[in-house]
T-cell receptor, first 116, second 117 residues
Framework: AQSVAQPEDQVNVAEGNPLTVKCTYS??????LFWYVQYPNRGLQFLLK??????LVKGSYGFEAEFNKSQTSFHLKKPSALVSDSALYFC??????????????FGSGTQLTVLP | NAGVMQNPRHLVRRRGQEARLRCSPM?????VYWYRQLPEEGLKFMVY????????ESGMPKERFSAEFPKEGPSILRIQQVVRGDSAAYFC???????????????FGDGTRLSIL
């Protein structure tokens, strides 16, 4: 069975400071890893994904994430946080389920608050 | 340039009634996924459909819940005889191919918030 852990329910950071939102995963085989962001009363917006290749993945809005196979982690990072980055962030992993389908398994989410 | 469209955005039902949630995938997408989000929790996979076929329903409750994606029209998630515990946000996502084949991310709608009185 596949699983995702986001150990921090809440992350607070000052505007302009670097931010990190942590994610670890457990999956059989090679993982496909995703980060999504959710604003209030909205659906999830795709930020970035890791499928294969470079361990450092760059995505939307200046976000990036580093795949670390030995630590089974995929932490989300941004060098300089903006107040508008405040939202709920979800890490997700995908692996084979039935047939060739790959269902997404989400973490419980991390609420990021960027303080002005 | 419409994304995934879900309606209604909010749905209120009394216990015992039926709830029907609709999802129109992005143009060109033939794969639809339904997820449920309970308060303070992440999204839980429910079902994955292609046109006229249910591919994976491993996350669907065994009773009262059903889903379809007909040849014409939107995908429908149907909940019969709703109970208080069905109150949640239900999200639909679509992709052009299976995420197993194309590695394409799933694109999400804004969800339907279902409240059971």
């Amino acid at each position: 069975a596949q699983s995702v852990a986001q150990p921090e329910d809440q992350v607070n950071v000052a505007e302009g400071n670097p931010l990190t939102v942590k994610c670890t995963y457990s999956v059989s085989g090679n993982p496909y890893l995703f980060w999504y962001v959710q604003y209030p009363n909205r659906g999830l917006q795709f930020l970035l994904k890791y499928i294969t290749g470079d361990n450092l993945v760059k995505g939307s809005y200046g976000f990036e994430a580093e795949f670390n196979k030995s630590q089974t982690s995929f932490h989300l990072k941004k060098p300089s946080a903006l107040v508008s980055d405040s939202a709920l962030y979800f890490c997700a992993v995908s692996a084979l389920s039935s047939g060739s389908a790959r269902q997404l398994t989400f973490g419980s989410g991390t609420q990021l608050t960027v303080l002005p | 340039n419409a994304g995934v469209m879900q309606n209604p955005r909010h749905l209120v039902r009394r216990r015992g009634q039926e709830a029907r949630l609709r999802c129109s995938p992005m143009k060109g997408h033939s794969h639809v996924y339904w997820y449920r989000q309970l308060p303070e929790e992440g999204l839980k996979f429910m079902v994955y459909l292609q046109k006229e076929n249910i591919i994976d329903e491993s996350g669907m409750p065994k009773e009262r819940f059903s889903a379809e994606f007909p040849k014409e029209g939107p995908s429908i998630l149907r909940i019969q005889q709703v109970v208080r515990g069905d109150s949640a946000a239900y999200f639909c996502a679509s992709s052009p191919q299976s995420t197993g084949k194309s590695n394409q991310p799933q694109h999400f709608g804004d969800g339907t918030r279902l409240s059971i009185l």
